[in-house]
Every structure is written in C-alpha cells, then in structure tokens.
C-alpha cells in the first residue's frame, strides 16, 4: 500500500549490526525508557536559516528552487533510494518510492506547494465547483505533449481518470468518489459529474490519482502500462533493472523543457541507511533519501552536505489483520485468532507500545508521538484528533486477561528486511514483553512484503503511510469498508458513516469535529495502531541545486541541477 510507500522512510540508527548487536541496542531502549531520558536532537551547522540546508532539530528546511544563472546544463543525477518503488503505474501503484519517480515524468492535475496548499500543474486553475457540489470543471494546458508524441487534452484525462475508477486491482477507485461520469466538452476542459458531493476529490487529483496517462500506451500495453510508462513531464521512463535501478531522461517535448537542467536522474536502490549516506559522502550519489536520524547529526557538519527536513503529514504504525482472509479486493471474512476477534486484544497492544521512548531514545526526539491518522499540522486537526492513550503496561496484561487470553501471547508481525526496520521490530519486541506480549519478527523483502499483506497473509504488519493534506486519504482508503487499500480487513459501520459523512460535507467545521469522533472510534477498535510521524530526512550534495522536500515527503529533482 502506499503507505507501504513510506515505510523504510522511517526508521533510524541504520547501522551493519550482527544480531547480538541489535539486541543489545535494545535493552539500551529499554533502560533508557525507564531512566526516562533522551538523546539529544540534531543539532544546527551553519545558523539557523533554512535557505542554507541545515536546521535546528524540529525546524523545516523544504530546500529551494535552482537559479538558473547559478545551474549548469547536462550531467546524471544519482540518487540513493531507500526501497525499490513498486509498479511505475499511477493507477496500481501504493509506494511513497514510485512517487519519487513519478515527480518527474508523471504530472498531475494539481500539485503541493511548500506550505502544503494546492496548485495547477496540468490544469490552469482550481476546479469550479457547482453550487450543489456534484460538478467540478477543470481547465487544462494546451500546447502539452506526452512523451510518445501524443497530444495531452481532455479525452486523455478521461481515459486516466476512467481507468483508475475500473482497472482491476486500481489503488485510486476509493480515493476519487463518487464519479457518476466524466465529460468533455472541449480538448480543453473536463467535468467531472458525481452522484455526491465529495470534498477531498481536488486533493486526490494532485496525487497519483491525477497523473494523466498517454492515451496511446495505455490502449498497447493495458495492464502492463509499468513496464514502460509514458506521461506528462521533464523527464522520460528510459530503463529499470530490478532491485537495482530506474532511470529516467530528459524530454525535449516537455513543455517547459527550458526550465530542466539534467540529461538524466537515476535512482540507485540501497536499502542500508549507513551505506546511503556513504554514498553521499563519498559523491557517488547527490541525493540520499530517508536518512538515519543518527546519521543526521554528522551530515550536518558535513560541509559538503546539506540536510533538508519536514514534518510528514503521514504516519507510521502496526496494522492488524481482522477481516482479510481472501486478499485486498475479496470479501472481507473474520479471522479466527484473538487480536483479530477481540479489540481489548488490540487495545492491549497499543498500551504496551511506549511511543515516548520509541521517539526519544531510537530517532534522537526528530520525530513525533502519534496516535491518529490526522496531522496536527492538518487544518483538520483537533484535540479530539490527538488524544493518546497512555503507556500502560499494567493495563494492557489485565486487558489480556478480560479477554481469556493466555500471557505471554503470541503474535507474528512482518516487517521489511532492512536494518532500520529490524532495529525498530526488536525495540517494539523489547517493549511490549512487558504487557504480556511475545513478538515474533517475521522480516521479508520489500517488494514481498506489499504482496504478502495484499494477499492477507500476515497477523500483524509494521507499515507507514507518507500522509496526504486531506484527512480523507490518510483514513478512508485504509480502515473504510471499500477502502482500496484497507488491508487489515476492517469494517465498521459507524466508522463509515462519519467517513462517508465528511467526505460529503463542505462546512470545515463538521469536518473537523467528524475526524474527531472517527480517531475516537477508531482507538476502541484499534485496527492501525499508530505510533508516531517520521521526519523526512534527505540528505543532499552541496554540488546539487534545485532539491525540495515537502511535507508530502516526496523528494522534487526534476528542475535541480549541479551548481556551476
């Protein structure tokens, strides 16, 4: 799932350990837990103005955008990527890695700003919206072509759109609404009818949702449309190796070619966090992506490196299958263990979870405690959305034995095979012995793990999410009963009724105080258990101009270029 797509962005202290190694990295949790004490955050190199790349720890450095006059033309950009993105097709894909690949050769409709806001990026302006909320118009560019030649108007932003509403397995049906038709009045223009009001569509349309495809590679390759995708952008999909590379080359019919400064951006997969940052250091890569929270601090006095940073909007957490015995898209079906039937099961994993200390004493206090889905950077947000349950051990054992459950109880959960995940899996192992829990890791490859979880073969499954500006798709496509991406199988309905309720409405007020009651219900049925926001940490050559990182956690290469 894409939130799959944020998951080795996590996690911290990437370093080549031996078992015993790790082990006892996590006692040191735990008696650091206990002492209630922390590391200290990373600390300033160069002042504290963002425009410099470097930050007091907590403080937002987005990066800025290449002068031209300061940029010189040509040359490869190499960067070093956490995760091997999953399927290069907008309407398939679920990791926060292809998002990376996509920026550059697959634009949307609209876009994010650095203060999370939206913007046209295809389209020429925010959609009008009828009175009655049923009917968005959106004006296009014209003088666009894709990267096979063929002209952008819009038929091709039907034919997206209408093929991430019925392509089998499609991660974008739920995101988009109720689309009742799409129209096109002119190449210029495109209606979109609904059969309900749906206030999070515009959000969706600046992600992946929005990404127009080439009508003409769709019609040849249909379902294989990764295997060489062709769109909109600055650059073009030239070749992938897998498990080890992507690159992507200029395009001379982008449409504002001017402005790309690159012949080429290739995109190098090393899953080790230590050996990222070696790379940078060493210059045989510019970008690294998901840095180490202790490799952060030495970055920083890197004079060579600058360290940009933001607050994600998503989050990372533990998720619970409950219904999904036959595979994501299948009727949903109870699975017959006790923290799939009985929620005082969950809710006792959740006590056990000691998220102050997983954020003090694994990532040196540069990410935060989280216990909803919602931002509280999100205009969203209330404090009916941030309440969070205290760690309470205690509480957790007597919940277990409420619930005829035998202590230690047994729970196997699947994580991603790389060193940063591992050291986190052993911490919450650590962790959650005390509230009468026994953990057993089950590491898998990446790519194996999105699999193994849309099949619904996993009990519990440690995963993030990347976050989005609207609420809606942080929530509705993971725990909603039709949620394209609800993995865990749950269904709830109340929940879907608050969800189904805010999608509707478009008083900002309801809103937030729905997403409320939906954190409240949804901390009593526990199917996410969330843990805590990540810091975007991108590690970024000084030789290198033009890199940004923005809340949405996606890292923009596709204007940079190296300083002259």
């Not at 962005?9 to 350990?17: A, D, E, K, M, Q």
Request: neutral net charge.
């Amino acid at each position: 799932m894409t939130r799959r797509l944020a998951l080795n962005r996590f996690i911290s202290g990437t370093r080549r350990r031996t078992a015993a190694g790790i082990g006892a990295a996590v006692v040191a949790v735990a008696m650091f837990a206990a002492a209630g004490t922390a590391c200290s955050p990373v600390e300033p190199s160069g002042g504290d103005n963002p425009s410099n790349g470097q930050s007091a720890g907590g403080q937002d450095v987005f990066g800025e955008a290449a002068d031209a006059a300061k940029v010189k033309q040509g040359g490869t950009l190499t960067v070093a990527l956490s995760a091997d993105p999953d399927k290069l097709d907008p309407t398939l894909s679920r990791s926060l890695y292809s998002r990376y690949v996509f920026h550059t050769m697959c634009e949307k409709l609209y876009d994010l700003g650095p203060d999370a806001k939206l913007v046209p990026q295809l389209a020429t302006a925010l959609p009008t919206i009828s009175s009655d909320g049923l009917s968005l118009t959106i004006p296009l560019k014209e003088g666009v072509k894709f990267a096979d030649g063929g002209t952008f108007d819009s038929n091709a932003v039907k034919i997206s759109l209408n093929r991430d509403l019925t392509l089998a397995g499609s991660a974008r049906k739920s995101e988009l609404g109720p689309v009742a038709s799409i129209e096109t009045p002119d190449p210029k223009t495109v209606v979109i009818k609904l059969s309900k009001p749906f206030a999070p569509l515009t959000a969706a349309l600046a992600d992946r949702a929005g990404m127009v495809l080439s009508p003409a590679a769709v019609a040849k390759l249909g379902a294989n449309f990764s295997t060489a995708p062709v769109c909109v952008g600055p650059f073009k999909f030239a070749s992938r190796v897998a498990q080890n590379s992507i690159k992507v080359v200029k395009d001379p019919q982008y449409y504002d070619a001017a402005k790309v400064h690159l012949d080429a951006i290739e995109y190098r997969i090393i899953t080790d966090s230590s050996i990222r940052s070696a790379n940078l250091k060493s210059g045989d890569a510019q970008v690294a992506d998901s840095l180490s929270s202790q490799d952060a601090p030495t970055l920083q006095k890197d004079d060579s490196v600058s360290v940009l940073q933001s607050q994600s909007l998503g989050y990372q957490g533990l998720t619970i299958n409950i219904g999904n015995a036959n595979g994501i898209g299948n009727p949903l079906k109870q699975l017959d263990t006790p923290i799939a039937k009985d929620p005082r099961v969950r809710q006792a994993l959740a006590l056990a979870i000691d998220r102050e200390a997983l954020v003090k004493s694994i990532f040196n206090g540069l990410n935060t405690v989280a216990c909803s889905p919602i931002s509280p950077k999100s205009e969203f947000t209330s404090d009916a959305a941030q309440v969070c349950p205290a760690h309470d051990p205690a509480k957790a054992k007597q919940l277990l034995a409420d619930a005829g459950v035998s202590t230690p109880y047994k729970v196997e959960m699947i994580t991603s095979n790389n060193p940063d995940s591992l050291r986190l899996a052993q911490a919450l192992q650590g962790m959650v012995k005390e509230g009468g829990f026994d953990l057993v890791i089950k590491p898998v490859e990446y790519a194996a793990l999105l699999d193994q979880q849309d099949r619904g073969d996993f009990e519990l499954l440690q995963l993030g999410w990347s976050g989005r500006v609207d609420p809606d798709a942080n929530i509705f496509n993971f725990v909603g009963t039709t949620g394209s991406q609800n993995v865990s199988g749950y269904s709830n309905p109340d929940v879907d009724k608050l969800l189904t309720d805010a999608r509707q409405s478009t008083d900002k007020a309801e809103r937030v105080k729905l997403y409320g009651d939906v954190v409240a219900k949804l901390q009593q049925d526990d199917p996410i258990i969330y843990m805590y926001r990540q810091r975007n940490l991108t590690g970024v050559s000084k030789k290198l101009l033009g890199i940004q990182v923005y809340p949405d956690g996606v890292i923009r290469t596709a204007f940079a270029g190296f300083a002259k």
